[in-house]
């Protein structure tokens, strides 16, 4: 027998011997076998996940640039487009209205602006992105399969020291806003310039920025203390009455940036029941990029190249030349330092999670606002290679859905049910008392006056006998006592 004949001879045997034990799960020969490749199980958690970010810049694209989301873009112009969050299968991102300190008279109406441009693109998408503004409302997206769209202002100047505006800027849809951004405002202090003598700080937050927190607190706002000096953070923490986030911070004990967050801070989360979304950029995550990239002479040169750029390209119309138009230059500059490993983001999402808690740790990427990020992270459509990094360390199904957006979305309910019981509180408080009605019939309020402040206000006793026929006897109306009844508050 040559080697040939052999050969056909073994094949025929073992085919023999595969046909009298078939293989359990193949039952018949006849069909074509359909094999389709089981998902690893880091894949199956990553699609049944409802995935949340909290930080992404890609706004000023849509105004400066005229960016469309459904414009599927090479990675290298934009981390973010519909297709991008198809395949990352992102559930749910805050897109960051950032108001650059440049625009100062027209906070306000920049904040707008972006605003503005991200109800712009959710109008041209409908069949797959819908504005978002709860908890309930990102459940809701999830279900239909749509992506969520919401809003958090970075930089509490947006609001010009108007408590109105904040106001304005919730019922707008905004959902949290960064008490700073790089820059000290008149009422909080930044990490950014707080070692700069030029500025003048607060030692924290004044009065009214106390009260910022509290109304922010009330109307259902999530307080933002990503950028914001130490002590503006402790003292934030100390005023608010509901969990906080860090939108996009990451660990200081790994990486030295004085705007990722210490350790004391990441346990003050933990007691505060918050969560701190770890920032994917370079310089934040890792310690070696940090220091070549902060070299005084090759900053020197990218802001001096920056200035250049603007001097030479200035708006007809006065405006500020925008980020956006000078990120190429900083993306050509920061692509000289080698980009840190993807292990350097999980070891940070690694470190908060073992310091502040698995509860209390979360994703907030700074896509779109960062010149570099960590190897194999291109994209939104990347973020699947977080999940598998996270499985590979060990990390369970029910913690990485924790990460992914679970822990959000606790904060985010609990940020709506403190609201809610501050808003039952204030009306509580405010409730008509029966002293309240008898002075105002003693100062001879006309009937209808009457019946429109108790609607307003509400009342906190119970109409007996007794004081129904005093107030018929001060000559009060059926439409007054039936006003009472109704506006009784439990
Ligand atoms: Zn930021």
Known sequence: MNLKRFLICLLLLSSIALAQH????????RAAPVTRPKADPATAIHQSALIIDTHADTPQRFLDENFDIGQNTPASDGHIDLDKIKQGNLGAEFFSIWVEPEFKGDYAQ???????SVYQQAARHPDKMTMAFSADDIARAHDQHKFAALMGIEGGHAIEDDMRLLRDFYRMGVRYMTLTWSNTNEWADSSGDIQDPNVKHHNGMTDFGKDVVREMNRLGMIVDISHVSDATFYQALLVSQAPVIASHSSS??????PRNMTDDMLRAMTNNGGVVMVNFYSAFIDESYRKASSDPEKIRQRDAEVAAYKKAHPHPDGSPVTYDETAGIEK???AQFPRPPLKSLID?????????????????SDFDGVTSLPEGIDSVADLPK?????????YTREQILKILGGNFMRVMREVEATSKRLQDERKESDALSFEDIELMLANRVNPAQLVDRIRQHGVNFDLTPERRTRLKD????DSALDAIVKARKK
Do not use: F, S
């Open 22 to 29: 078939p293989a359990p799960h193949k039952k018949t020969a």
């Open 110 to 116: 920049r904040a707008m602006d972006l605003i503005d």
């Open 252 to 257: 200081r004990e790994l990486t030295n940036q």
């Open 332 to 334: 050509k500059w920061a």
């Open 348 to 364: 940070h999402i690694d470190h908060i999670a073992k310091v502040a808690g698995i509860d209390h740790v979360g994703l907030g």
């Open 386 to 394: 977080i999940t598998q990094a996270l499985y590979q360390r060990g």
């Open 474 to 477: 001060e000559k009060v109306d």
